[in-house]
């Protein structure tokens, strides 16, 4: 029996149809897909991206410090107050590709804030033959979105790394403690830095440079053993205070020979520590220029 005309129309409808569906479903699918792709992009693949990035960059800005440190340090022994050393701080990280904005960070020389010194350190002795000082504070910061958010400064010779769960002295100041038979022999550098105030903000990197102004060395003996009190004021006082506890436990100083204190909460807070017993002391003292370019 031959299918008659009506029947040919009906099954070529009927093919048409389904074709048309499957073409639907296809297409459905692949936006599932995509959907779905995407949806694990953005939730596992650029946190994880992310947060990579921002670590290794916290790193590489922890480095840079170190460096400018070193460069300080060098500049201080050699004392040619006609060398100028650069360093480079990368400040940001750059978006993800396609799914984040570029992270900016901060990097900031300032002397005072809010009308108190950003950072300021006093050396003196019970008997008043000691009264020396330092000054000038190189910070960084980094709102974080996937790594923790970091605050990092230079201060004295010291690198700090703040963050919420706490503060620490990541690389410490040029001070040395020697407890010797006769008493406490201490030998400690004071840097000072000076130039016009700058904040900076963005993702390349940018120079800081640093030339020596002054550095000199003085030394101090007593026939018997004085105090020497050491006091610190900054936006990390738990670093301070933290490092000047670890290095008299180093240095093996008895617990009755020193004291840290805490001086809150007027402005400017500070932390001292009190140290007996010293027979001498050499301090260097550092003037530096520094300049964000």
Known sequence: MKPTARGSSAFLTLRRDREGVSGVVAASLGVVLISVLLGMIVTFWVPAW????????????VNAFGQFKSAIELQTLSGNTNQTLGTSFPLGVGGVPLFGAENSG????????????????????????????????????????YYVHQDMAYESGAVIVAQQDGQTVRMPPAFRFVNGTQGVEAFLTLVSMEGTQTVVTGVDSRS???RLTLAQTISFAWPSSTNVSINVSSAYLG???????QAMNAS?????SFNVSFFPPAAPQSTTL????????????????????
């Open 50 to 61: 992310g947060y990579d990035t921002e670590t290794a960059h916290s790193r590489d800005v």
């Open 106 to 145: 901060q990097l900031t020389y300032q002397y005072l804030e809010g009308g108190h010194l950003r950072f300021s350190l006093n050396l003196t002795d019970s008997s008043g033959q000691v009264n020396l000082s330092a000054a000038g504070s190189l910070a960084y910061s980094m709102p974080n979105r």
């Open 208 to 210: 800081v440079s640093s």
């Open 239 to 245: 670093a301070w205070s933290s490092y000047f506890t």
């Open 252 to 256: 093996s100083i008895d617990a009755s």
């Open 274 to 293: 009190r140290l007996s017993g010293v027979r001498s002391l050499s301090v260097t003292v550092s003037l530096v220029q520094v300049r964000i370019d």
